[in-house]
């Protein structure tokens, strides 16, 4: 066997030597579902245990206090390669998303990695991203330097497939207020202006624009307002928009002819129109040479995996914020047959069932593979880089 295997088989055995331990952690978190910012206690459960597996941990990192870092360091220089843990859970469902599974698996991969870090160079962290289901824990931690010194990150989340190379669409939000003036329905319509009406004729603009839009572009909206009494003219009336495409570029684009979309139901009904635009999540470039070890590394102990397709499904994470500035991949582990569907009572079964607690455990360990073959040959971390400087460049 190869150095770097030899390394690899005694990352997989700490790995399975803790298994009943990841376990019942797992099985913590998703009994204890937290929201969004709150996950106190997950979050303390899991920077306990990697301090009880030796690791330097900072509680509360970039002003979040249920975010972390915690640090293993190598023998001498190397790359810093960043495990990302999730746990924040829904509102109502609990963990319907299988956060606990993220969040164990990446501290699992870590006490992994940590087993060989006695004879590389480098550091393995794990950092721990609060709500990703609302907050956007990681557009935060990116923006206040929480990757700055990471070279390549990773997770894995679970699905209903087995999967690496899929990408997730960008997505910003557009809020439309209309103001007109109230009058009685009946009596003086002519008199009125009505802001539903021009909310409404915004929907059916941006439904008359659909089929001249990319493939890839989502519109979806809800309306907020639209009146208070069936016979008074709406004075006020507003909808919020999400706006998603596969690119940053082709999302500000559609957004742009959204609020055109606005701006002809004002001039149509002359209720007066104010806008407000709210960044999303950037869309995620999944790292193909990170893919591919990844993917290599789940074979090589008995998973099958498979590339996203060209028109796999996909929505947005804030993830993609960090793929953005690292070489990064968020691969999918199936956990579940096909038909179920994440954010449901079926899905938050599956992630606290044997096949939730099999896959948990071979992500981990294809998590900790990965991290040792970057840590081994930091040149492939550098080929990374560069397929990102040069994925960007394309976009
Ligand atoms: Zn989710
Ligand atoms: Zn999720």
């Given at each position: 066997m190869s150095v770097v295997g030899l390394l690899k088989a005694r990352a997989l055995s700490a790995i399975d030597a803790h298994r009943a331990e990841f376990l019942q952690i797992s099985a913590t978190i998703h009994s204890q579902p937290e929201l969004a910012f709150q996950e106190y206690k997950s979050s303390a459960l899991l920077c306990d245990v990697l301090e009880q597996h030796g690791f330097t941990v900072e509680r509360g990192i970039a002003g979040l206090p249920t975010a972390f870092r915690a640090a293993m360091h190598g023998v001498g220089d190397g790359p810093t390669i960043a495990l990302v843990a999730e746990y924040d859970a829904l509102p109502e469902i609990g963990h319907a998303c299988g956060h606990n599974i993220i969040g164990t698996a990446a501290v699992a991969a870590g006490v992994g990695v940590k087993a060989v870090m006695d004879e590389l160079g480098g550091r393995v962290v794990v950092i721990g991203a609060p709500a990703e289901e609302g907050g956007g824990g990681k557009v935060i931690l990116v923006e206040r330097g929480?990757?700055?010194?990471?070279?390549a990150a990773m997770m894995v989340h679970p699905s209903t497939y087995t999967l690496v190379n899929r990408a997730s669409l960008a997505s910003m939000r557009l809020t439309v207020e209309f103001t007109g003036k109230a009058s009685h329905?009946?009596?003086?319509?002519?008199?009125g202006i009505n802001a539903l009406e021009a909310v409404i004729l915004t929907f059916n603009n941006v439904n008359a624009l659909r089929l001249h839009l990319k493939s890839d572009a989502r519109i979806h909206g809800i309306i907020t307002?639209?009146?208070?009494?069936?016979n008074v003219i709406p004075d006020y009336a507003a909808a919020v928009f999400s706006v998603r495409a596969a690119t940053q570029t082709y999302t500000e684009e559609v957004l742009r002819r959204v609020i055109q979309c606005a701006e002809a139901a004002s001039m149509a009904t002359g209720a007066q129109l104010k806008y407000s635009i709210t960044p999303g999540y950037k869309a995620m470039i999944p790292n193909v040479l990170l893919g591919r070890l990844f993917a290599d590394n789940w074979r090589a102990i008995g998973v099958e995996v498979r590339d996203a397709l060209f028109n796999e499904r996909m929505g947005s994470t804030d993830f993609g914020n960090v793929s953005q500035v690292v070489p990064a991949i968020h691969p999918y582990i199936a956990i579940?047959?096909?038909?179920v569907v994440g954010h449901t009572v079926e899905f938050r079964a599956a992630a606290l069932s044997p096949a939730g607690n099999e896959g948990l455990i071979n992500a981990a360990k294809a998590m900790a593979m990965t991290t040792i073959d970057l840590l081994a040959n930091p040149a492939l971390v550098q080929d990374a880089k560069a397929e990102l400087a040069a994925t960007r460049e394309r976009r």
């Open positions: 929480a990757f700055a010194d990471v070279d329905a009946a009596a003086a319509p002519d008199d307002h639209g009146g208070t009494a069936v579940a047959s096909t038909d």
